[in-house]
DNA sequence: AAAAAATTCAACCGCCATGTC
DNA sequence: TGACATGGCGGTTGAATTTTT
């Protein structure tokens, strides 16, 4: 039920404040203090109800709220709290003087959700988003991913090209439909693509390295001479080696040879890695349901509605079902000039 | 240059806690 | 004790602005 206004607000203004009225509230409240906020406007010559003269004096007018751009310590502040007190913005507030609830609250949420998302840290529990860095090291390699698992047979050319078309589904989308065909066909099991999944790994090394944390530096690291060095700030990751299973090379890790694929196989099964970097995170597939086929995983993970689909009746397998779809769903952004 | 999309943030809304009678 | 008023909070909206196409 809609909540009716109460009596002294009904006729009163909305919207954005006029400066004459700011003006209004500044010499009331500097002369008497606010007092009874619901007695203020009409003391005040305010049309305004009381909530909305509170809610203008403390969050604009208040002569102590500070402004500009947060500083980095008050950014990181706001995440140190934010991860102890979680949406509590009044009392967040109460730890950075001169900002405001609302404020703070704005600036989370346009600002800070997404820079730890960048970070791969889930703004809600503060811990790393282990799927994020997956996300990543296949984003990175989507191209030549492809280009090895079609070498390799394990998907059409015009399924490639679905996947790598820009506007057909989002990125993410696109990178879980490999991730499930990644797991469907386990890489680790195809020599060929095994090597050549490898190297493109290794030869990421030096451009994963800049990134001190996540997933591609467990990965990476045990390629390299030295046990690699786990970001503290990601504990839950792990080290993603089975136990005993490190042998220490001289290798450069993008020359890699059979017997360090052998060693180092378990790192291209993306059902280990789930395992290993995501215990407490739901992984890109719902792997809780029984008996999937190929279409129904690639479906679920392509967010593509099953109705869209359901006319399909030309295709002879799965994949091709859904190649055919999303040829047609090219088809109406243009497909061959894009791919020109 | 213009249109569309994305982003920002001031302000609003509804709910809840507390105070008062 | 219960009804009502008030203040405060967090979630959400939407106009204004900025960025992208």
Redesign the pocket.
Known sequence: ???S?????IGR?????TPEEDQKLIDYIQKHG???????PSHAGLN?????C???W???LRPDIKRGKFSDDEEQLIINLHSV??????????RLPGR????I???W???LT?KLLQKGIDPVTHRPRTDYHLEQLLAANLPQLLAAARLSNLISPSFENALSFPSSATQLAKIQLLHTLMRANNLNSNPTLGLQALNLLGSTHNNLNSQPEGLANGIIGSFSPNPPQMNPNFPNIGDPRPPNAYQPTNSQPTLLSNDIISTNAHLLDTSYLINKTSSSLPSLVDLSLPNHSDVHQVIMASKINTSDISNVSSASNAFDALVEFMDDEASNFNWNDVLK
């Open positions: 039920m809609a909540r206004p109460s009596r002294n607000e203004k909305k919207g954005p404040w606010h007092g009874s906020w619901m007695a203020l305004r109800c009381g909530k909305s509170r809610l203008r403390n969050n604009y007190l979680g949406n509590k913005w009044s009392k967040i507030a109460t405001t609830d609302n404020e609250k704005n600036f949420n346009t600002h997404k």
